[in-house]
């Protein structure tokens, strides 16, 4: 039995296959490869250990993809998983998110997966295994059209108009409920208390928004779009390909049509979204 690990800023999930089908699947709390502190290694040999709690049987092999994972922690992370689950190193698999998400969509040289969750990035693979990516750059410089670019364009949207002394919005409404509060000390806390993560919860009011008609809601929506297609069209026009996958929790249907959009005229495939989870089927090792 393979167990595909997918952990990511938002949340972590992992699936449990015998063959190709899923026999159990579970949502975890955020964990990632940001191993920068003492700290953060605890809480990520924790939440593996956590993890293999819920994990109804004993898995041969476990693939993991890591947001934000640093080559230098993979023999770390090797180590976790293998003291968490009791197996030997070379039954596992640890890589980084966006290639198990590209593995479950394409074979190496294949398409551009463009990925929207908390950040965002378009990726190609070559046969020879280089990548080639476009975004990916984290928060503090751009990760425009990811949740927590969404996020952050609302609240700033809602905010700029409490300075300036207009009715509350729509968009304003659902905000303020999602953060339990109309008043800066709580908005403060909430966003500097828990950080890019804060935000990128506030993306899904933001569509609901958009969706109940709110003008500032839907100009981010199409905003998130056309940022997400100017990543893949860097990385298309670098790769040569036409064959282009979506993948992630913020590519909802407006910022998808959004996106689509942009690539009216061009000769363009888009292939079906897949659970990134699958990647495990391509990447387990052999044995």
């Not at 109804?56 to 994972?69: D, I, Y």
């Not at 070379?90 to 908390?118: I, K, N, Q, R, S």
């Not at 059209?145 to 729509?170: C, I, N, P, T, Y």
């Not at 506030?202 to 779009?225: C, F």
Request: glycine letters at 12%; hydrophobic letters at 45%; charged letters at 20%.
């Amino acid at each position: 039995m393979i167990l595909s690990i997918d952990l990511g800023a938002s949340s972590s999930k992992w699936a449990l296959f015998s063959g190709e089908e899923i026999t159990a699947s579970g949502v975890y709390a955020p964990l990632s490869g940001h191993l920068y502190t003492a700290e953060a290694r605890q809480r990520l040999g924790e939440g593996l250990a956590e993890m293999r709690a819920a994990v109804p049987a004993r898995p041969s092999s476990v693939v993991a993809g890591v947001t934000g994972l640093q080559t230098e922690y993979t023999p770390l992370i090797v180590d976790l998983l293998s003291s968490a689950f009791g197996l030997a190193p070379e039954t596992l698999y640890v890589t980084d998110d966006l290639h198990l998400a590209y593995a479950a969509h394409f074979p190496a040289g294949g398409g551009t997966l463009v990925y929207a969750g908390t950040g965002s990035m378009a990726y190609h693979r070559t046969v020879a295994g280089e990548v080639m990516r476009a975004g990916g750059h984290g928060f503090l410089i751009d990760d425009g059209g990811g949740a927590f670019w969404q996020g952050r364009q609302g609240l700033k949207a809602v905010l700029r108009a409490v300075d300036e002394g207009r009715r509350e919005s729509l968009l304003a409404s659902r905000l303020f409920e999602v953060i339990g509060s109309r008043h800066w000390p709580d908005i403060r806390a909430y966003v500097y208390g828990e950080g890019r993560a804060a935000l990128a919860r506030l993306a899904p009011a933001v569509h609901a928004a958009a969706l109940d008609g709110d003008p500032h809601a839907q100009d981010i929506q199409r905003r998130a779009g056309q940022e997400l297609a100017r990543l893949g069209r860097a990385v298309l026009d670098r790769s040569g390909g036409r064959d282009v996958a979506l993948c992630g929790g913020s590519f909802n249907p407006l910022v998808a049509a959004s996106f689509h959009s942009q690539f009216a005229g061009r000769e363009v495939v888009f292939i079906p979204t897949r659970s990134p989870l699958l990647g495990a089927l391509a990447l387990a090792p052999a044995g």
